[in-house]
């Protein structure tokens, strides 16, 4: 059984766009995290959400909405598309956020690419 | 401003060799130090992971050295194996409000046979 699943795992899209990612852990984890890793392969976190509540938010445009409806979803909503928003998106899941040494479980990423 | 600086880029090694993954940190106040493994077209994976009180860790053929007074972590993989081609990530996070991990920049990772 896959623990974190998202979907979908390639996303091609025009520029101007709106589009949504789909993360879902089975794990029974509290936390969970979206980041973005570029095409130099760098990954940075974006978002993370510790039972349904918006922990962390980095220096993200607005264009980015997170949601979590429930402790084991966490949606990621993307307006007006540009084309730096090609990335490959991570959804990732943690026991609780409250310690520093959680392991952090990632699901497959969405090959996102922006035309 | 790159809060974990890690080096190289990239790695050719051959099988039977030892790969070295040196990473540093600027933070003291960072406590965890995982090292992540991603296979192309995979999400990272935790491989193996130090807390600074202790000096090195050893898991299989994978060992962290930690360097607490020079801030500097490395992953060593003896006896290295095709099957450990992949990007390795060293990370960090801090003991201060919720787990926030800041990653290297990655080590691309080539065991030639």
């Known amino acids: 059984d896959t623990a974190v699943s998202q979907t979908p795992k390639y996303l091609v899209t025009q520029m101007g766009n709106d589009k949504s990612i789909k993360c879902e852990q089975n794990?029974?984890?509290?936390?969970m995290y979206w980041y973005k890793q570029d095409s130099k392969k760098f990954l940075k976190i974006m978002f993370s959400?510790?039972?349904?509540?918006?922990?962390i938010n980095e220096t993200v445009p607005n264009r980015f909405s997170p949601k979590s409806p429930d402790k084991a979803h966490l949606n990621l909503h993307i307006n007006s598309l540009e084309l730096g928003d090609s990335a490959v998106y991570f959804c990732?899941?943690?026991?609780?956020?409250?310690?520093?040494?959680?392991?952090?479980?990632f699901g497959p990423g969405t090959r996102l690419t922006v035309l | 401003q790159q809060q974990v600086k890690q080096s190289p880029q990239s790695l050719i090694v051959q099988k039977g060799g030892i790969s070295i993954i040196n990473c540093a940190y600027e933070?003291?106040?960072?406590?965890?130090f995982p090292w992540y493994q991603q296979f192309p077209g995979k999400g990272p994976a935790l491989l193996i992971a130090?807390?600074?009180?202790?000096s090195e860790k050893k898991e299989g053929r994978f060992t962290i050295s930690f360097n607490k007074s020079a801030k500097q972590f490395s992953l060593h993989i003896m006896d290295s194996q095709p099957g450990d081609s992949a990007t390795y990530f060293c990370?960090?996070?801090?003991?201060?409000?919720?787990?926030?991990?800041?990653f290297g920049t990655g080590t691309r990772l080539l065991v030639s046979p």
């Open positions: 959400y510790n039972n349904k509540e918006l922990i």
């Open positions: 130090i807390r600074p009180d202790v």
């Open positions: 990370a960090a996070s801090a003991q201060t409000g919720f787990q926030k991990l800041v």
């Open positions: 794990l029974g984890h509290d936390t």
């Open positions: 933070n003291t106040a960072f406590d965890y």
């Open positions: 990732a899941s943690s026991q609780e956020a409250y310690r520093s040494y959680n392991e952090q479980f």
